[in-house]
T-cell receptor
């Protein structure tokens, strides 16, 4: 019944060691988003895909990359995690084309040691 | 760009009382206003939304009102229950292809039994 699935739910990585977070969706939505959320703050958009078109937010660090190999899957790659990258990472989807609702996954809690 | 302010940042009510959370936005092009509930350790859950052609929308114990002239919208929860305790985020979105959301800062609602 899950619509937006994120794996893993908890990820521990070492300082500087690359890490990949994954998101999949069963909604067949055109748009997929990655957000970073730190404690007691609102989600902050990192980037989004509209179909295969990648859109990066101006203040997203180069350390963050994303891949969307097909409609259902999207990946967040953090090339060299720093202590400041510890956060909850949220994936969301939207139908696009006038379909306004965004649906979020459960998130991946990233810890950097 | 859009700026969304949300008040109060924390709200404590007695079970059975009503709770009201208010948001203001700056961009008159925004025409979609969702509300999300986020429980600890989970992703945001869409609980209600309103489009700019409607002034009020209700779903059981929750309702949202929109005043486009004044650029503010509010979430009303009646007959609050302990399970309503969570962080609530408002957001605003213009009518664009990416359905981008600008979030308010969040309100931590505590319902005391």
């Amino acid at each position: 019944d899950a619509m937006v699935i994120q794996n893993p739910r908890y990820q521990v990585t070492q300082f500087g060691k690359p890490v990949t977070l994954s998101c999949s969706q069963t909604l067949n939505h055109n748009v997929m988003y990655w957000y970073q959320q730190k404690s007691s703050q609102a989600p902050k958009l990192l980037f989004h895909y509209y179909d295969k078109d990648f859109n990066n937010e101006a203040d997203t660090p180069d350390n963050f990359q994303s891949r969307r190999p097909n409609t259902s899957f999207c990946f967040l790659d953090i090339r060299s995690p720093g202590l400041g990258d510890a956060a909850m990472y949220l994936c969301a989807t939207s139908g696009g084309r006038g379909s306004y609702e965004q649906y979020f996954g459960p998130g991946t809690r990233l810890t950097v040691t | 760009g859009e700026n969304v302010e949300q008040h109060p940042s924390t709200l404590s009510v007695q079970e059975g009382d009503s709770a009201v959370i208010k948001c203001t936005y700056s961009d008159s092009a925004s025409n979609y206003f969702p509300w999300y509930k986020q429980e600890l350790g989970k992703g945001p859950q869409l609980i209600i939304d309103i489009r700019s052609n409607v002034g009020e929308k209700k779903d059981q114990r929750i309702a949202v009102t929109l005043n486009k002239t004044a650029k503010h919208f509010s979430l009303h929860i009646t007959e609050t229950q302990p399970e309503d305790s969570a962080v609530y985020f408002c957001a605003a979105s213009p009518n664009n292809a990416g359905n981008m959301l600008t979030f308010g800062g969040g309100t931590r609602l505590m319902v005391k039994p």
